[in-house]
């Protein structure tokens, strides 16, 4: 590996770790862009390039990943999960949600079973693919 991919790679990494610290934050492309240290272009293809999905699409199955856990455990609203892991609107989470998982939050929640695993099992385990 060069060590301009070797660069780019940890560039990538930096952004990527930001999204998973702040995944309930608004975060955009040109914020993300400037914690890599790039043009925002350069910044969407090549997370893509590295990551295998855009930057948008990764920040929405973090959140996502979040919601599944918050369901799984408490018995918060599903408005409440929504909001606390970055939607802004019912509606988006509902439909992203639903793209991501296959099924509705409400239907997520009703078949998910509260188990002894350890979390970090779980998530491995239930962890979307899409």
């Known amino acids: 590996m060069s060590r301009a991919s070797e660069d780019s790679n940890r560039r990538m990494l ?28 350069h910044f969407s293809r090549t997370f893509r390039d590295t990551f295998g999905e855009t930057p948008h699409r990764y920040l929405q199955r973090r959140r996502v990943e979040r919601a599944m856990f918050l369901l799984r455990e408490t018995d918060r609203s599903v408005t409440d999960i929504c909001f606390e892991v970055g939607f802004g609107s019912t509606g988006t989470f509902s439909r992203t949600f639903r793209e991501i998982v296959g ?18 099992f779980t ?8």
Do not use: N
């Open 14 to 41: 930096r952004a990527r770790d930001a999204m998973d610290r702040a995944y309930s934050q608004p975060l955009d492309v040109p914020a993300l862009a400037r914690i890599a240290h790039v043009s925002e272009a």
């Open 103 to 120: 099924r509705s939050p409400r239907v997520y929640r009703k078949e998910a079973v509260v188990t002894g695993v350890p979390t970090c």
């Open 123 to 130: 998530m491995a385990w239930t962890r979307p693919s899409g």
